[in-house]
């Protein structure tokens, strides 16, 4: 059983910058992929970006390129999503979510791909 724990949302000005955490445990070896996605309420789960755990190679929603960049330190199991240049529609509540068993794929950016998730953390970027 894999456990996430993200950390990091808050208020934010627009333009400005947070750095979201995820720390899994429960989790062993060096396979599968862990992603971020975010929610509004009313609206659908939205893919922002994911990372495969042993290669660290990575997948972005084409929104979110050159804004958002995940990245992992194996060490310490934990993921980060850094988000620069935040926008009033960037607000969401932020998920992290785990896939031990696949690497990424053409489902990763489907929130099917994930068999675990975080409780979320709330970012909020003021206009």
């Known amino acids: 059983q894999v456990q996430l724990l993200e950390s990091g949302g808050g208020l934010v000005q627009a333009g400005g910058s947070l750095r979201l955490s995820c720390a899994a445990s429960?989790?062993?070896?060096?396979?599968?992929?862990m992603g971020w996605s975010r929610q509004v309420p009313g609206k659908e789960r939205e893919f922002v970006s994911a990372?495969?755990?042993?290669?660290?190679?990575?997948y972005a929603a084409d929104s979110m390129k050159g804004r958002f960049t995940i990245s992992r330190d194996n060490a310490k199991n934990t993921v980060y999503l850094q988000m620069n240049s935040l926008k009033a529609e960037d607000t969401a509540v932020y998920y992290c979510?785990?896939?031990?068993?696949?690497?990424?794929?053409?489902?990763?950016?489907?929130?099917?791909?994930?068999?675990?998730w975080g409780q979320g953390t709330q970012v909020t970027v003021s206009s």
């Open positions: 979510a785990a896939s031990p068993g696949r690497p990424l794929g053409n489902g990763t950016n489907s929130t099917s791909w994930y068999d675990y």
């Open positions: 429960g989790r062993s070896g060096s396979g599968g992929s």
């Open positions: 990372i495969r755990w042993s290669s660290g190679s990575t």
